[in-house]
């Protein structure tokens, strides 16, 4: 796959257009490294000059400031603002709402300012503007898919529309949950409880969410968030449902149907 | 008789007012142990949450029926207090209907709107107590009401139909005896009302005199009634009908996933990493800041006007993702947590002159590590709250101490924050791999 980073860019003169910052989950979790490759191809099929940083990344330090520890993440953002005012770039682009959203709020105070978009938002600018052109009677065309909000994409910074027009441009049945949009349940992934266990009670916040899923009749339920999309995943395989009901991301949707 | 009625009048009025602006004082002083924090920018859009959120009970209609309930209550409430000056004035000046004369016909207008709407405020509090009741709604029978909130909620509701039933039958009194032309009654002639009309047939049978008792004793258990619950506001949940509008004021503008920045910290971290700027070791500051909140004067001064004006409706709770599968964290028990911890501490210095560790905190005493744990930070919480209170923003500092001052973190998340120091990724990957995602597939 033919992905370059920003230092790629500059040994040759060039600056790219816009950074894909691809955040921890998308560069190890086997299951969100298939967001990050499907995003990576929609980006080159519609031949944006784009870049990674590789190497270079580092975890925003979201995890560790939701938790508390706010020296670490101030440790973080402070190197990656660093490598990012280094390069100069202006503006970013990430799959995990998480990162978006400490790159947009976060950053600033501390000296990083950027223009940072969702990755559901730049596609559907792209759908908008036909630079992605969607196959006829493509894989989704006609099936019946929701869509979970992200706690950090909806209720944090108020996208709601985006993921739900990229959505729309498959042609599929979309139908909304009991909970949904500014009212969506989390799916309990955030504020670091990803990185351990719940505390005591009835149930798994994911189970609870992957059954109002599941209660859609949906064939696929959309995320926009790779912790949204482990969760659920999660959720459904407790149910027995995986094979019946898929969780996909949002471009890897688009990914699969695109010319 | 006019004459000592008029002294006894002004002298509950007074004390009426004096006990509730030294109570008033004393929350204005409690809310104030909290951190300054600069909430008046951009008065714009003050306006427009005052307006919206306020005045309008925006958030409220995410449930229309019960809007429309509480509009009525409110609107009653506000509305009805304009009748309360006329009887004010009345008390003070020993007349009978002042208003009377000079509006004129508008004079019946006003009466017989603010009997529309107190028969309103009566059906709507009787739906409320069905509700909490007998319906037994799951937000408003939860575990965090137990005791002294759950009779709170039922005083209040109960008040206001006592309050309104004595403004109905003091009318109805009154204009039956206004046909009689009994005494003074005959004077200030306004006719029948609406709503007080339908209570006159019971009345009727009535003698003068005995009417004439009832309506001096609706007149003034009514006003007496009105400043008893003045005075209840302050230790009650309904204190809201208050402080939601500066709360609205002075609510957050920030998208709501930005958490506080902690410019001390930040400090702390650019000095080690560049330690050519820090200041000479006798320059720094002598006192080290607090890392995160430990007890309610850590907390801004935000935090605990938010705990004044919560009114326990628990939309919050109820939107939980944690509550909702048992966890123990209940945002609505940390406002009113916050809100307990800072009137013990205001006893505190009532009583000591100034706050004497009683070796209590917020963090441990109120709100156990279990509750703050189980966040998911979703903001659903914020999203709910009609009075615009913010429970997140208090977890958030809580856990700050917990980690930074205390140490005191589940050994995941230690895990993690090791994790991210070393490879800079919450899990244990290599950093050289953080690219493997393009050769693989």
Sequence with gaps: MDVRTVADYMNSGETPDILFWVGCAGSFDQRSQKITRAFATILNKVGLKYAILGKEEACTGDPARRAGNEFLFQMMAYNNIQVLNGYGIKKIVTTCPHCFNTLKNEYPALGGNYEVIHHTTLLQELINEGKIRLKEGGAFKGKRITFHDSCYLGRANDIYEAPRKVLEALDGELVEMKRCRSNGLCCGAGGAQMFKEDEPGKTRINTDRANEALATGAKVIASSCPFCNTMMTDGVKLDEKEEEVKVYDIAEMIAESMN | ?441
């Design chain 2, 1 to 441: 008789m006019h004459i000592i009625q008029e002294a006894a009048f002004i002298v509950v009025l007074a004390v009426a007012i004096i006990l509730f602006s030294k109570k008033s004082r004393q929350i204005y002083r409690n809310i104030m142990l909290g951190r300054p924090e600069p909430l008046n920018d951009q008065p714009e859009k003050r306006w427009r949450n005052l307006l919206l959120l306020a005045f309008g009970q925006k958030k409220m209609f995410r449930n229309p029926l019960v809007a429309v309930l509480h509009f009525v209550v409110y609107a009653g409430f506000i509305i009805i207090n304009a009748e309360v000056l006329e009887i004010l004035l009345d008390g003070i000046l020993g007349k009978h209907r002042l208003f009377a004369e000079p509006l004129g016909g508008f004079y019946n207008v006003l009466i017989n709107s603010f009997e529309i709407l107190a028969a309103g405020v009566l059906l709507a509090c009787a739906i409320f107590l069905v509700r909490r009741n007998l319906v037994k709604v799951k937000r408003l029978n939860h575990s965090d009401l137990t005791g002294w909130p759950r009779s709170d909620a039922n005083y209040i509701l109960i008040t206001e139909i006592v309050l309104m039933t004595l403004f109905l039958t003091m009318n109805a009194a009154d204009t039956l005896l206004q046909q009689r032309g009994y005494s003074h009654y005959g004077e200030a002639v306004t006719g029948n009302f609406r709503v007080s009309a339908l209570f006159q047939p019971m009345l009727a049978g009535l003698s003068s005199g005995t009417l004439e008792g009832i309506e001096r004793t609706c007149w003034w258990l009514h006003i007496l009634g009105i400043l008893a619950f003045l005075n209840y506001l302050p230790y009650s949940k309904h204190l809201h009908i208050v402080l939601a509008f500066p709360n609205a004021w002075f609510a957050r503008l920030k998208p709501m996933g930005e958490m506080h920045n902690m410019p001390e910290v930040q400090k702390e971290v650019l000095y080690m990493m560049q330690p050519e700027l820090a200041p000479p070791a006798d320059q720094a500051p002598a006192e080290m800041p607090r890392f995160g909140a430990r007890d309610v004067m850590d907390l801004s001064w935000k935090n605990v006007l938010d705990a004044y004006s919560c009114t326990e409706c628990g939309r919050c709770t109820a939107a939980c993702p944690a509550n909702i599968t048992g966890k123990k964290l209940s945002p609505r028990k940390i406002m009113m947590d916050t809100r307990d911890r800072a009137e013990a501490i205001g006893e505190n210095i009532n009583a000591n002159g100034e706050y004497k560790d009683d070796g209590k905190s917020l963090v441990h005493d109120y709100i156990t590590e279990e509750e703050l744990r189980a966040c998911t930070t979703c903001n659903a919480c914020v999203q709910e709250c009609p009075v615009s209170i913010s429970p997140l923003d208090i977890i958030l500092q809580l856990r700050r101490h917990l980690v930074m001052e205390a140490s005191s973190a589940p050994a995941e998340w230690n895990g993690m924050f090791s994790n991210i120091e070393n490879n800079f990724a919450p899990w244990k990957f290599s950093p050289d791999d953080r690219d493997r995602w393009i050769s693989e597939n």
